[in-house]
């Protein structure tokens, strides 16, 4: 026998009912506050406490006599700011470049329409049942040997933002956004004679924003903290990211300026997300437009 929905709704007025749900929320809000904010408050603590401190009070709350000089000296004696500065230049490279290839794929496929369209986007998605590290070996051999161009990118960033254009995950999501837009539009835009171009970039961008943000979140994410493949594609130290640099610091640096360093590594993501999860929340539950 089970009880109807008024029983339901009445139970859950009770003053005993309110304060358990209150107290269940509370207890799983902090549970989540804990396990997200709590890695990187240590981190923090870490990053402005003595080598001293960190193995003889590892967990106290805060260091009795902060140094906040670990962020200057990790940031001069380890070299983090020009490590940070390759990081920046490959995000922005591998950010344009995602963005611009998932856009015009996802229009091409969405609003396009080609004869061979669903073949093609059939390919695309087939790429993501493929393993990383299987393209690995192709893709290195591909970028020293460019084909039809014969060009060497070995040891340049190109070779790290041309293949930040293949991610099928980021196409799909385009796809399905642009799907999701009224093709009345584009009808009445072809009417009175707008181009290809002047479709993209004058109506179908302009309400893609959400998704737009979403793609740019993930293309920076996994560029910031991609390891494997700057590992293997720059060869020289003063071109590599701070999360090679890190890998290679981490057995001969100071802890605490090794801890200070990841504090400067993890800032730049998490202040984009912060910024933009707004727009993050809204591409990932948008669906279309109604009306």
Known sequence: MTASPTFLALDRQRPASRAAVRTLQAVTLLGLL??????????????VSTPTQ???????????????????????DLGIGRSLLNTALIVGGC??????????????LSV??????????????????????VNMVSLFLTVIDVPILHLDLGDTYWAIWLPAGTNA???????????????????????????????????VLPMSRPVLAVISLLS??????????????????????????????????????????????????VLVFVV???YIVAGLGFTGVKG
């Open 54 to 76: 960190l193995t003889s009070k590892p967990l106290a709350l805060w260091p009795d006599n902060p140094r906040f000089g670990n962020f200057s000296s990790a940031y001069t």
């Open 95 to 108: 950010w344009i470049v995602q963005l611009f290839v998932s856009t015009t794929a996802g229009f091409a």
């Open 220 to 269: 920076v994410m996994h560029a910031w903290k991609d390891f494997v493949w700057p590992l293997v594609a720059l060869t020289d130290p003063a071109k590599q990211p701070i999360s090679v640099t890190l890998s290679q610091l981490a057995n001969q640096a100071p802890q605490d300026q090794l801890i200070a360093a990841m504090v400067m590594a993890v800032a730049p993501p």
């Open 34 to 47: 804990v396990a997200g904010i709590g890695p990187l408050f240590w981190m923090v603590k870490g990053a």
């Open 276 to 278: 933009c999860q707004k």
């Open 112 to 133: 396009l329409r080609p004869k061979f369209g669903n073949v093609v986007y059939g390919a695309i998605l087939a790429t993501m049942f493929v393993p990383y590290s």
């Open 169 to 203: 995950f980021t196409v799909l999501l385009a796809k399905q956004f642009f799907d999701a837009l009224p093709r009345e539009l584009f009808d009445a835009a072809r009417v009175d004679g707008a181009s290809t171009r002047q479709l993209l970039t004058r109506i």
